[in-house]
């Protein structure tokens, strides 16, 4: 079995933890023009799609009207053109878009599980998952957030739609009461029973269970009716029947600019697999996706079906983006436990500790019931959910203050090492767990044994673990519950996977890009302490000019790369590496690089 490898230098890791090398793309190659598409995560100026937007002299248009970056909120799905950075993490943005994916009132309110903190929403006859701690409530002055939101609040949507018209919501404002009659709404989706009647220009249709009633004073795209199956965004009247009666109606069009470096996040919306390539007619948020040489993040591409949240990079050409990378994203990590000890509090760097794993915050983390840093203490019992990132820590979307109860763990199983069946334990971000005893579940929450988990469980696995005995809330030794969390729940999201390890022998290597001198110098070699990111190989990974005159160069590996306590990375398709040194050969190299290529 041969593999692909690419060799870079550390400073690199962050550019390729969104994607992998290649010419014009974000991800750690060149810069250019560029879009991405996706939740506003944090500010200063805005970040989408992990990369940072200046946007002090771009344009802003909201709902079609110009608008001020003060206007755009966290949360809110917008699309940034501008040009992006050599680097890929950083760049200049000449407008940003935000459109809303709904408005209108809620109809209805059915709670989601038991814990009260999810709910769907009925808004125009359309299903909107919202989460306390990861949907952002913006108030409008009422106090308005998911404990106090109601039936007739008349609400703004923003978030990722799945292929069935519901939206899992990212954003959601409070735009008023419910007034029939007068109340303005909003919805996008599919013409249905199309009804054309006379005069000319009148007539009616449906979105959903909704029907749209359109007249002489319907502004009409190409001032004429749409046909059956257009996909339309329509603006009106709330009647106090249920109707719309429609103001405006637009033909929708969420189709990418062609650019060199594109980034969008949302809902896998189609799929038709074949055989030959089982991510054919991939489409994400409408966008369609041409997936046939991306990496894979999990590389089980079973994982990536219609309903599941996806990052996908790459550029456009032709109105397709054509992938390098494509990963499942979300939010599935969580901590419930106790704070030990208050020199577990750094405040000033924004992180405490539970459980002995370091839990990273920002302005962008939502701290929930009055809690904050500042007045966090030792015994505090806190339900924390995000991402793991880097590996080991767990960067927080959503911190929560409760009254003590049961210790839990979910978290993505990162190597095999994490697994040992003879000893009955798993380890979940950094924490070995004894689970020998547990009863446990697969993701259908049917029954398993204990032997029957360990056949099943691999690297990519969602697990929890929970101790529901009475003790220690700040420990978590072992487990009497361990269940799969299904990744095909929509809120599935394994970060870039790493795992650490030490060359023990040199492998012999071959180029795959232009045949460069010295390319002997790359590596690696015994000793080095490499990071291992397992991907997919896609096209050949040749040698790229980088700003940063780090280099990258693309090779072929002829026999497996060995590291101190691995012995399967000859079973992996792909792998890269990243050093911990920049080897000076690599800037001679690359601007020795022909066309920089």
């Known amino acids: 079995m041969n593999f692909r490898l690419i060799v870079l230098a550390m400073p690199l890791l962050a550019a390729l933890a969104c994607g992998e090398s290649g010419s014009n793309q974000a991800s750690g190659g060149v810069g250019g023009s560029g879009v991405s598409k996706g939740p506003v ?34 949360g809110m799905v917008v699309t940034v053109e501008g040009d992006v950075d050599d680097g890929g993490l950083t760049g200049t943005a000449t407008r940003v878009t935000f459109d809303e994916d709904l408005e209108g009132p809620i109809e209805s309110i059915t709670p989601v599980g038991t814990d009260g903190i999810a709910a769907n929403l009925t808004v125009l006859g359309v299903e909107v998952f919202v989460e306390d701690g990861v949907t952002v409530f913006e108030d409008d002055g009422s106090g308005f957030d998911f404990a106090s939101m109601s039936v007739n609040d008349v609400v703004e949507v923003s978030g990722l739609r799945a292929s069935d018209g519901s939206i899992r919501a990212t954003h959601i404002e409070r735009e008023g009461s419910l007034i029939p009659g007068t109340t303005q709404v909003e919805i996008e989706g599919i013409v249905s029973n199309l009804v054309l009647d006379s005069p000319p220009g009148t007539g009616s249709f449906e979105i959903g269970t909704i029907t749209i009633l359109f007249g002489a004073t319907t502004s009409l795209p190409f001032d004429a009716p ?42 896998i919306t189609a799929l038709a697999p074949t055989a030959e390539d089982p991510l054919a007619g991939l489409e994400v948020a409408g966008q369609p996706v041409d997936a046939s040489n991306a990496a894979l993040l999990p590389r089980d591409v079973t994982l990536y079906q219609v309903g599941t949240i996806v990052e996908v990079e790459g550029r456009t050409v032709d109105g397709i983006l054509i992938a390098r990378t494509l990963e499942l994203r979300g939010f599935d990590t969580r901590i419930d436990a106790a704070i030990a000890a208050a020199e577990d509090i750094d405040t ?79 380890t979940l971000l950094g924490i070995t767990v004894d689970v020998n005893g547990a009863e446990f579940e697969d993701a259908d929450e049917l029954a398993l044994t204990q032997a029957e988990f360990f056949t099943q469980v691999m690297v990519g696995s969602l697990v929890e673990v929970e101790n529901g005995l009475p003790g220690d809330p700040t420990i978590l030794e072992f487990a009497t519950d361990v269940e799969f969390e299904s990744p095909e729940s929509g809120e599935a999201g394994l970060p870039p996977s790493f795992f650490p390890g030490v060359v023990t022998a040199r492998p012999a290597v071959s180029a795959v890009g232009a045949m460069l001198d010295g390319l002997e110098a790359y590596g690696p070699v015994p000793g080095d302490e490499l990071q291992r990111w397992d991907a997919t190989a896609s096209e050949d990974l040749d040698m790229r000019d980088r700003s940063d005159a780090t280099g990258s160069v693309g090779l072929e590996m002829t026999e497996p790369l060995a590291l101190a306590g691995d012995d399967d990375l000859s079973m992996v398709d792909a792998v890269v590496v990243f050093f911990d040194r920049i080897r000076e050969v690599a800037a001679d190299q690359a601007d020795a690089a022909p066309n920089g290529d």
Request: proline share 4%.
């Open 226 to 267: 749409p046909f059956e199956g257009d996909p339309v965004e329509v603006t009106g009247i709330y009647e106090a029947s249920g109707d719309i009666t429609a103001t405006e109606i637009e033909l929708e069009d969420d189709v990418l600019p062609d650019v060199d470096v594109a980034k969008i996040e949302g809902v």
């Open 41 to 74: 995560s944090a500010f200063g100026s805005i970040f989408v799609t992990g990369i940072k937007w200046e946007t002090d002299s771009a344009e802003v248009v909201i709902n079609g009207a110009p608008a001020s970056e003060a206007d755009i909120q966290l």
């Open 348 to 426: 000033e760097n924004g992180t405490f500790i539970l459980l002995g794993i370091t839990v990273q915050t920002d302005a962008s983390t939502q701290f929930k019931d009055g809690v904050s840093l500042a007045n966090l203490a030792a015994g505090d019992y806190l339900s924390v959910r995000g991402v793991e990132n880097p590996p080991g820590t767990l960067f927080a979307t959503r911190v929560k203050r409760e009254e003590v109860d049961d210790v839990e763990l979910r978290a993505f199983v990162r190597s095999a090492e994490d697994i040992d069946a003879t000893a009955g334990t798993l």
